[in-house]
């Protein structure tokens, strides 16, 4: 559903550009594009689920703080001045928990550099005072739940509206709380495009938009699978969009920097961290991206269309997090014949000798214990083929609700150097400390329940509910059943990395694992071949949860959704790898077989 394109509009460019994916991505992402783009916007993303309560922690001993200090004191610092003179606007989640002391330090370096600023704030994403109290459901939007006790942060995912106000106020920067990454993006095009809040098909696309510059790099060829084509690292170019008000978009980066611009590239950006791609839920807008399609318009540019949207939900999704213990993390070096082996049963030893010291002064035993190492592969489990690594990391993680006993546990790592492997040694850093054990729970909450608010020169504006409509998002795209018809043929047996691209992101406890044909034709020997229940299998020494698949015929891809693959996920996670940033590329290495016609054009 969307209104027809004003003349006014229908030749309008506004360019963006993603200038962070997170709190503590690379200084040099908004100098460049500040200084070496040309963009109207630039976007700052720095809120993960477990930053809310490193900066739920940092207010509560001083309330001046709550916020990315990093935003003003490195990124804004380094181009306040340059922003200004060229009329850029910046919009930013730096505010974190504690907008308003963001915007503050931010006026205050404004008058130190001697530049005049409008900077807005969006507030009452902070529901953490009031949590409790408030009607939370699951995340079915049906079973109510009960909230933990006593939570270090609870926020409300809010959308674009509320920006695009302050936009809509004259605001040159506008710094907010948790609000979804991609509301950075389209608030702005709402407000260039003059597109209303039931334009859902404009609005999944400016969402879309949002969702491949969120994380930077991830669209101009970080993280892509073929890495060793991506030129300079070093000078990666940090994305920019060229968005036209049909919603359609380019994807490029400032001339002359390192990356790559491509369709596959950007096909893993957009299936990165969603789920049904036919029902992705945001607070403006239920997007349908399965029929999306992605052109390689020329070298450094690639052409998005397609986005569908309908009515949101009458809710908002409320990350929040609360400590449950403590956990710690040792490890040792060890070298020589059968290293893997030794640091399997070191690592054993450890929670053998601390659990006997537990049992004599009366402790209780740990809560979780998990042994890696790091080396041999352990994250592969069963498809390990590192055989008789002679250097490897152990690495053993413990929880427990004693601070106390975790001092214990630490006590006991260094000991190994002298008691039992030979070619034992501490790697540099001393003895491992306790750290609080954050775990996230998510549920949603009325919107109706939750007040808004825009401050701008002092002016506080109270925005209404979004008005509920009732809308039916489209069902799941039927899952194919696709004989595999390999036998007929001199089938070749090849990784799928050889007809496949693929990334992987996480969600809490739930892992995701887009995979997108190279060429139209590996789509049926990738649908026959990796199934659900196939990739079920693979992963069945990690993935205790059901695992779905989902299509997006439009760029010949699928996307896996894997439930309680995280072992938590997050902080909440003992393993090396709590994100599931490698699972993809486990996946890649998944067998299939592919007519031998077919694999000999494979180059």
């Known amino acids: 559903m969307s209104r027809a394109v004003s003349a006014s509009t229908s030749h309008k460019i506004v360019r963006i550009g993603g200038a962070s994916a997170f709190w503590g991505d690379s200084a040099c ?28 922690a940092a207010r509560a001993k001083d309330a001046s703080l709550g916020y990315a200090t990093d935003f003003v004191q490195v990124a804004m610092r380094s181009i306040l001045k340059t922003v200004v003179d060229r009329r850029i606007k910046v919009l930013a989640n730096a505010g974190g928990i504690n907008p308003q002391a963001c915007a503050a330090a931010l006026s ?32 079915d939007g049906v079973t109510p739940v009960k909230v933990p006790p006593r939570t270090l942060s609870a926020n409300a995912y809010l959308g674009a509206l509320p920006i695009a106000r302050a936009l809509e106020e004259g605001a040159d920067i506008v710094i907010t709380g948790r609000c979804v990454d991609s509301a950075l993006t389209l608030a702005p095009l709402m407000v260039e495009f003059g597109w209303s809040a039931t334009d859902y098909d404009l609005l999944a696309a400016g969402s879309l938009a949002g969702h491949i510059i969120e994380c930077g790099c991830q669209a101009t060829g970080g993280l892509h699978t073929d890495w060793q084509r991506v030129p300079d690292w070093s000078d990666i170019g940090y994305p920019v969009i060229e968005c036209r008000s049909d919603g359609s978009f380019a994807v490029t980066k400032p001339p002359g ?15 990165y961290e969603i789920g049904d791609p036919a029902a992705y839920l945001l607070p403006d807008v ?13 070298a450094e540019r690639v052409l998005v269309s397609g986005a569908r949207g309908y009515a949101p939900t009458s809710s908002y999704k409320v990350s929040a997090t609360y400590r449950d ?5 040792g490890t040792m070096i060890i070298i020589g014949i059968d290293a893997d082996a030794k640091a399997r049963r070191t690592g054993e030893a450890i929670l053998a000798r601390t659990r006997a010291m537990f049992a004599r002064a009366g402790i209780a035993d740990y809560t979780a214990t998990l042994v890696e190492v790091i080396g041999a592969e352990t994250m592969y489990g069963p498809h390990a083929r590192v055989r008789r690594p002679r250097e490897v990391m152990m690495r053993v993680t413990v929880t427990h609700e004693s601070k106390q006993a975790l001092e214990l546990f630490a006590r006991e790592i260094a000991p190994s150097g002298t008691s039992w492997s030979p070619g034992t040694t501490m790697p540099p850093g001393g003895r491992p400390g306790a750290s609080p054990l954050i775990k996230q729970f998510n549920c949603l909450v009325p919107k109706t329940a939750v007040e808004v608010r825009v401050l701008v020169d002092g002016q506080s504006i109270t925005l209404p509910a979004p008005v509920h409509v009732d809308s039916t998002a489209p069902a799941p ?14 089938a070749v047996t090849l990784p799928l990395a050889a007809i496949a691209c693929a990334r992987s992101g996480d969600k809490g406890d739930r892992s995701n694992i887009g995979v997108i044909a190279r060429k139209p034709e590996f789509l049926p020997l990738i649908l026959a071949q990796l199934t659900s229940q196939s990739v079920s299998d693979y992963f069945a020494h990690l993935v205790k949860g059901e695992v779905r698949r989902y299509l997006l015929p439009g760029i010949q891809a699928c996307n896996f959704v894997l439930d309680e693959a995280l072992d938590g996920g997050g902080p909440a996670s003992l393993r090396m790898d709590p994100l599931g940033k490698g699972m993809a590329q486990m996946l890649l290495d998944f067998e299939v077989q592919v007519p031998a016609e077919l694999a000999s054009k494979l180059s």
């Open 108 to 139: 205050k370096l404004a008058d130190e550099l001697g530049v005049s600023v409008r900077v807005a704030v969006v507030e009452g994403d902070d529901l953490n005072e009031r949590f409790g109290d408030l009607p939370a459901t699951d995340l």
């Open 257 to 271: 920097t390192g990356g790559l611009i491509e369709r596959l590239a950007v096909a893993e950006q957009l299936l």
């Open 325 to 329: 213990g403590f956990r710690a993390s």
């Open 29 to 56: 992402g908004p100098i460049q594009l500040a200084e070496r783009a040309e963009v109207d916007y630039l976007v700052f993303d720095y809120l993960a689920e477990t930053t809310m309560a490193i900066l739920a």
């Open 286 to 298: 239920i997007c349908d991206f399965s029929q999306v399609r992605i052109v390689q318009e020329s």
């Open 477 to 490: 795209l039927a899952d194919v059943s696709i004989a595999e018809n390999s036998a007929a043929t001199n």
